[in-house]
């Protein structure tokens, strides 16, 4: 069966601290990977998906990158944190869709980052 | 930006009731999802409905989508107190990607 490995679950750091919060995903070839970040329990931003090994797209100018050196790993990242990075950041894995079609996600357990 | 937007904000009700929650979304979709999320964890998917149907049913949870209106509903029949948590809609487009709503908080009490 697929699963979704996220760590850490909770994360404190410093502002200009470095990050890196790493997904892995089990049991599945080729997914979709998705970073989406939650604010305050409420609706999530899609940050960066990526359709394939070394294929990353950005949905909003930030200060954090994501990189996906395996086919099952998404990692996201930033040099410096910033106040504004706190939040609950979510990964979550797609079956590689076929345009037009859809499947339901399936997310991490989250990590709750607090930049202090 | 956020595809969706939902209403109520927040829904209390008794075990055994009905719960309605609506969703509203703004562009052209492929499917539109419907996740729970108990507090502090991952959302779980619970039914997806593609933007050629216009109902659905799992279990408890029945769906509806009207693509002329832009909107969906998702109804949990014979609440239960394990039914609280927040209840999201999101907008599938290309490449699986998925645009969420702000979310209802669904209380049930016991």
């Known amino acids: 069966s697929q699963t979704i490995h996220q760590w850490p679950a909770t994360l404190v750091q410093p502002v200009g601290s470095p990050l890196s919060l790493e997904c892995t995903v089990e049991?599945?070839?080729?997914?979709?990977l998705y970073w989406y970040r939650q604010a305050a329990g409420r609706g999530l931003q899609l940050l960066f998906y990526s359709v394939g090994i070394g294929q990353i797209s950005s949905e909003v100018p930030q200060n954090l990158s994501a990189s996906r050196p395996q086919d099952r790993q998404f990692i996201l990242s930033s040099k410096k944190l910033l106040l504004s990075d706190s939040g609950f950041y979510l990964c979550?894995?797609?079956?590689?869709?076929?345009?037009?079609?859809?499947?339901?996600?399936?997310f991490g357990s989250g990590t709750r980052l607090t930049v202090v | 930006s956020q595809q969706g937007e939902e209403d109520p904000q927040a829904l209390s009700i008794q075990e055994g009731e009905n719960a309605t929650m609506n969703c509203s979304y703004k562009?052209?979709?492929?499917?539109l999802q419907w996740y729970r999320q108990n507090s502090g964890r991952g959302l779980v998917h619970l039914i997806l409905i593609r933007s050629n149907e216009r109902e659905k049913h799992s279990g408890r949870l029945r769906v509806t989508l009207d693509t002329s209106k832009k909107s969906s509903s998702l109804l949990i029949t014979a609440s239960r107190a394990a039914d609280t948590a927040s209840y999201f809609c999101a907008g599938g487009t290309s490449y699986g990607k998925l645009t969420f709503g702000q979310g209802t908080i669904l209380t049930v009490h016991p």
């Open positions: 049991g599945t070839s080729n997914p979709n």
């Open positions: 562009t052209s979709i492929n499917n």
């Open positions: 979550a894995w797609s079956v590689r869709l076929v345009l037009g079609s859809g499947e339901g996600y399936t």
